[in-house]
């Protein structure tokens, strides 16, 4: 066996089958000769009981002095207990971003991605977060192998789609259907932490050790302070009483009237089951809102409206559309319809759920009263116990929706915020203590009668 030099390997012939020179002054390292006349550098070894050979690069890139030097250089690997061939094995295998996302929405679509609180994410999200991944991510990084993934590279993610480099128009399933993707400061936001989410699912299934996406710095999302001042909310009331003559918008008119009332979401209200009305207890038992399992006091406005409502009321849904049992469908176009070139039409149905809680603000309620009326996360420690309705939440309720359905219907109020002054509330327990010592007066006096 000779040493390995340009003249030796230039001169090697090619056979009917490959075959390997083995250098004499490096065990290990060799140069296989193919039947087309290719030559590459090699070296062998052992690892794991195992014979590996591990491929050094071709002749005309490397020459033999090159290679000798990286053939010593993997070899020490091999003698430190490195496998070389088996690493890049497993490089060539590293799986690409489209590819951990496709592995990613088929165990979202089997429930086994959980989201708040443990619990497996909604429908609504799902059909979301494949938007986000098939409009954005893998257009921007889908080629990209998870493995070399950088701090770097998901920033660039985030600057790419705020300046709107995914934006594009997509055709929808609808008939003539289309749907503008757009970038922006919110869709980046929300993309890169859907995106941190996914590389830490590949962290979890042993696929990467660390996740590149911890620690970006994204901007903060438009915080949505928009809330109706009191000539608006009359505005709207004249609006809903205008449009509620027309059988067409009945329906619409009569959601978005609850949704100022309640301060529920829009999807909680269209999609309200009879099964979730309780109005014994004045309240709405929420099985699946945002939150989960949710229980909203509710004002006696809305209580005796869904009382009549339920008289004639036929069906799974409070608002029940077309077809065998569905709920209402037509409240995004209508909304359109009802507010397009009205002095509102800028408000969203979020706009009511912000001013219901605004409202309830002003009128001195405090922070946990209005996360548990309009279930926020926040509220959860008071919803342990309003499982049997707190009367100080119904009587919030009952205020709130009060004072809103005035403003509706055109009152002025002269205060819009509780007397805390010390005669106000000295006549405030005045009238409780009256109240509750006539009753035990009538109590005493019907008990010789019982008796």
């Not at 195992?50 to 002749?59: E, K, N, Q, V």
């Not at 951990?100 to 994410?121: F, H, Q, T, V």
């Not at 911890?214 to 928009?226: L, Y």
């Not at 605004?358 to 309009?374: Q, R, W």
Request: net charge positive; charged share 30%; aromatic share 6%.
């Amino acid at each position: 066996m000779p040493k390995l030099t340009k003249r030796v390997v230039d001169a090697a012939e090619v056979r009917e089958k490959d075959y390997v020179i083995w250098d004499d002054e490096l065990p290990g390292f060799g140069l296989r000769l193919f039947t087309t006349g290719k030559r590459s550098y090699v070296i062998q070894y052992r690892a794991a009981g195992r014979s590996r050979r591990y491929t050094i690069g071709l002749h005309g890139v490397w020459t033999p002095e090159t290679a000798r030097q990286e053939a010593k250089v993997q070899l020490g690997r091999v003698a430190k207990g490195d496998n070389p061939a088996e690493e890049r094995e497993l490089d060539h295998r590293a799986i690409t971003v489209k590819e951990l996302c496709n592995l990613y929405l088929n165990d979202l679509s089997a429930g086994l991605i959980l989201g708040k609180r443990g619990r497996p994410k909604k429908p609504t999200t799902i059909v979301t977060d494949t938007g986000r991944i098939h409009r954005h991510i893998v257009p921007l990084i889908g080629t990209r192998r998870v493995k070399d993934l950088t701090k770097a590279d998901v920033g660039k993610v985030l600057k790419d789609i705020m300046a709107g480099k995914t934006r594009t128009t997509v055709k929808t399933k609808k008939l003539r259907g289309k749907s503008i993707v757009r970038g922006g400061v919110g869709t980046a936001t929300r993309t890169v932490g859907l995106l941190g989410g996914i590389l830490t699912y590949a962290v979890e299934a042993g696929i990467i050790e660390t996740n590149p996406a911890h620690g970006i710095r994204k901007p903060k999302d438009r915080v949505r302070t928009r809330r109706l001042s009191e000539a608006e909310y009359r505005t709207l009331g004249q609006l809903l009483r205008e449009k509620g003559e027309q059988e067409k918008y009945t329906t619409t008119v009569d959601i978005v009237r609850q949704i100022a009332l309640t301060g529920c979401r829009r999807s909680e209200i269209i999609q309200l089951r009879w099964s979730e009305v309780d109005t014994e207890a004045s309240c709405l038992r929420l099985e699946d809102s945002k939150e989960g399992e949710s229980i909203r006091a509710i004002g006696l406005l809305v209580v005796e409206y869904l009382e009549r409502r339920r008289a004639c009321a036929v069906g799974t849904y409070v608002f029940p559309g077309q077809g065998e049992d569905n709920a209402f469908g037509s409240f995004p176009n209508h909304w359109k319809q009802i507010f397009k070139k009205s002095p509102l039409a800028d408000i969203t149905p979020h706009v009511l759920r912000h001013s219901f809680a605004s409202i309830a603000n002003d009128l001195g309620f405090t922070e946990v009263t209005i996360a548990a009326l309009v279930g926020h996360a926040k509220g959860s420690v008071t919803s342990k116990y309003i499982h049997t309705l707190d009367t100080a939440l119904i009587m919030a309720a009952d205020t709130i929706a009060g004072y809103i359905q005035g403003l509706l219907d055109g009152v002025t109020f002269k205060q819009t915020a509780y007397a805390i002054d010390r005669d106000s509330r000295k006549a405030s327990l005045a009238r409780f203590f009256h109240a509750a010592v006539g009753d035990c007066r009538m109590k005493n006096e019907e008990a010789p009668l019982a008796a």
